[in-house]
């Protein structure tokens, strides 16, 4: 019985050298990989870069001591980072403190739900899901995971329409005329590093490698050009003016980011009460919300 709750109790019986070292070689092939993808997986789910590191290297240890299959990947995925970036959309800005709450908050609740799936040994219901649903939802999700990186690769940004597609319309009209030439050079870079190492070599971790060369190629020519100004050195009247009025929209957009947020609670708690003036006056309020959201973009 405590074999079965602590699967590594198991193992440990005839631990050796040569199984340490081999599970050394293991874990550092898996960090090369999950330390780039897990940085990916942030950015495509709306939170910082590092939330991924967090993510991935908790998961693996347990998965580790704990896990019932050896074969079993454990960490971020992409399909969840798509699925949690347009569940929290409606709730709160991308990035935002709110927005990085309520992912840890979906976070507990979904492991919440996978422990008691666990438990009640739940997992047989995957069986009903046919194999054209899963691999139409997987090659969808691809698509879109795919697509929704080509700002970042020509260097522009657009508003996000309501539909994916209108939003990668968008970028490539954006991209024929504005397409930022430096970075897209070294997207182009990157890629081809991954596929030129993949060629050569299977096992070199090329992500990791294409990370670590770009990266010290972006350090040693100041690509970032990260340089902070102090706005009295600009001699420009009208630049001081645009300067004054991004910033002031920047402030006024996090504001009305932080009144979606109150109202969005309003809005539950009314719906718990069953107090139907005040959910009509709260839904009042979110749309002119959104209607100010849209005129300072």
Do not use: C
């Not at 299977?202 to 040693?220: D, G």
């Not at 009208?238 to 109150?262: G, P, W, Y």
């Not at 109202?263 to 959104?290: C, F, G, H, P, S």
């Amino acid at each position: 019985m405590l074999v079965r709750i602590f699967p590594f109790l198991e193992w440990l019986k005839d631990y050796n050298f040569a199984k340490l070292k081999a599970d050394a070689i293991a874990g550092l092939t898996v960090a090369l990989v999950l330390i780039p993808q897990s940085m990916a997986y942030a950015q495509l789910a709306g939170l910082p870069s590092y939330y991924g590191l967090y993510a991935s290297f908790l998961p693996p240890m347990l998965a580790a001591l704990f896990g019932s299959s050896r074969q079993l990947a454990t960490g971020p995925v992409a399909v969840v980072s798509l699925m949690t970036s347009a569940s929290l959309s409606p709730l709160a800005t991308a990035g935002s403190d709110s927005f990085i709450a309520y992912a840890i908050l979906l976070a507990l609740i979904v492991g919440v739900f996978q422990f008691l799936l666990g438990v009640l040994r739940l997992g047989l219901v995957v069986n009903f899901l046919s194999h054209p649903v899963v691999n139409g939802f997987t090659n969808g999700a691809a698509i879109i995971i795919a697509t929704s990186q080509l700002s970042k690769m020509f260097g522009v940004s657009v508003d996000e329409a309501h539909h994916h597609y209108e939003t990668v319309i968008r970028v490539i009209e954006a991209a024929i005329h504005y397409t930022h030439w430096p970075t897209f050079i070294m997207g182009v870079a990157a890629f081809i590093i991954m596929f030129g190492l993949k060629k050569i070599n299977p096992r070199i971790p090329n992500v990791l490698v294409a990370v670590a060369i770009t990266t010290a190629i972006s350090w040693a020519i100041g690509f970032e050009n990260d340089m902070r100004v102090d706005i009295s050195r600009i001699q420009s009247p009208k630049v001081h003016e645009m300067i004054a009025t991004f910033n002031k929209t920047l402030n006024d957009i996090s504001e009305l980011s932080k009144q979606r947020t109150e109202n969005t609670k309003l809005m539950e708690e009314a719906k718990k009460n069953n107090n139907k003036i005040d959910m009509l006056n709260i839904k009042r309020n979110e749309e002119v919300l959104n209607v100010n959201m849209e005129e300072l973009k």
